[in-house]
């Protein structure tokens, strides 16, 4: 099975990275990197490149938008049943949920592969003009993107396996998702909080920071970089809901953890019960 899993996971890896999309992806990418580390000085009137740290929270919100959406983009494109192709490959000796496993790991190989390479085009850039202070904080982005890029990949999976020769349907979902994660999610969630009482609405606001998970790494990832005072006042409600820092650690990992394998779950289920 392992054998299998691997099999499929090079076969993707390698049409991937022949990819158009995926190079151009890269090459933006890292350009939007760099350029995020170069502009943190100019709003002060300064200018060179901005230290690991600073350049670190500046890179959170880039990557809480691009990743997510060429995981999406990507996943959706690459693991929709064609029919023909479908037919054959699913035709094989094996488990159908292995070769969907092989595919998704292949397309992370290749979509991390991608943000490190504009990961590390913009750390040589900040190391060389700023030094090396502040590189754990660099790597927790680093970390998040590859979270994100894990979450999205079986989102995507999970849209596209039960929907054979509907290409253009499940890009079409996939930015659905994208737009509802990232940003409608968020001012959903403070309308409905500004019509509740505070102590209500401080509930509603933690629940779903840990639920979605766009803001789940986005607090994760800031309270690794800034400590318990990243959000002020709001931190501390967090850390008193959860019961501390390593209890809101695990809360952050473990709704992760769940957006990879239910919807992988999902995925499994709808490809062994769809008519290929």
Do not use: K
Request: glycine fraction near 10%.
């Amino acid at each position: 099975m392992i054998g299998v899993i691997w099999l499929c996971a090079r076969h993707e890896l390698l049409l991937a990275a022949r990819s158009r999309w995926l190079q151009w992806f890269a090459v933006v990418f890292a350009g939007l990197a760099l350029l995020v580390a170069a502009s943190g000085y100019v709003i002060s009137g300064g200018y060179g490149l901005q230290d690991f740290a600073r350049t670190a929270v500046s890179l959170v919100q880039l990557v809480l938008l691009i990743v997510p959406l060429a995981a999406l983009v990507f996943g959706s494109l690459a693991l929709s049943p064609e029919r023909g192709a479908a037919e054959l490959l699913y035709a094989q000796p094996v488990e159908r949920w292995t070769i969907l496993t092989g595919r998704v790991i292949g397309l992370f190989l290749a979509l991390a592969a991608a943000e490190l390479l504009g990961f590390g085009v913009a750390g040589l850039a900040v190391q060389w003009y700023s030094g090396p202070s502040g590189g754990s904080q660099f790597l927790v982005v680093v970390a998040l993107a590859m979270a994100l890029t894990a979450v999205f990949l079986a989102v995507a999976a999970a849209l596209t396996s039960g929907a054979p020769g509907r290409r253009a349907r499940s890009l079409a979902m996939a930015l659905v998702v994208w737009f509802v994660a990232v940003i409608l999610f968020d001012l959903a969630a403070l309308g409905v909080a500004s019509l509740l009482r505070s102590g209500a609405a401080s509930r509603l606001l933690i629940t779903a920071a840990l639920v979605n998970p766009v803001d789940a790494g986005r607090t994760g990832a800031y309270m690794a970089i800034e400590g318990t005072s990243a959000f002020g006042g709001a931190s501390l409600a967090l850390l008193r809901f959860a019961g501390g820092e390593r209890a809101t650690a695990a809360l952050i990992a473990a709704s992760l953890l769940l957006w990879v394998a239910v919807p992988s779950w999902i995925a499994a289920r709808r490809l062994a019960r769809t008519d290929l």
